[in-house]
């Protein structure tokens, strides 16, 4: 915690029941990559700024795959609109046909509340307080 109160950087490392191990860190206050790697026993996957995919206003971002043998492998993905075009799209689907949760590959209110567990959990392991309610469930009545 910084000496305003906020959250200035952390890191997690999460397990999973299949096996499957994370690692993940988060800051404001000190410079680290903005990079998304997965990593397999075949391939190494590597997307620079995840967040912004093509940019903010679309264009093209570049996946990389590394293997063991030393090739590597660029696979470009045309995103021709914002940002944040695909979540108010995604939303407004959602809204008119009075759905209760966004429809796949967006995230369904289920995954939501478990993330926010997630962070709760991550949040009680770093000695902090939540910001979040402790019953999420409520946040949706």
């Not at 959602?94 to 967006?106: G, H, K, T």
């Amino acid at each position: 915690m910084g000496a305003t109160g906020v959250d200035e950087w952390s890191s997690a490392l999460l397990t999973f029941p299949n096996g499957v191990i994370a690692q993940l860190s988060c800051a404001i206050s000190v410079w680290q990559d903005n990079v998304l790697e997965i990593m397999g026993t075949r391939a190494r996957l590597q997307v620079d700024f995840p967040w912004f995919g093509g940019g903010k206003a679309g264009g093209v971002a570049v996946i990389h795959l590394h293997y063991p043998d030393g090739r590597h492998e660029e696979v470009c993905v045309e995103t021709p609109q914002h940002l944040y075009s695909f979540q108010f799209e995604a939303a407004n689907r959602a809204i008119a046909a009075r759905a209760p949760s966004l429809a796949w590959p967006a995230m369904t209110a289920v995954d939501s509340l478990a993330n926010a567990e997630a962070l709760d959990r991550w949040f009680a392991a770093a000695g902090v307080a939540s910001p979040r309610p402790a019953d999420h469930a409520a946040m949706l009545l």
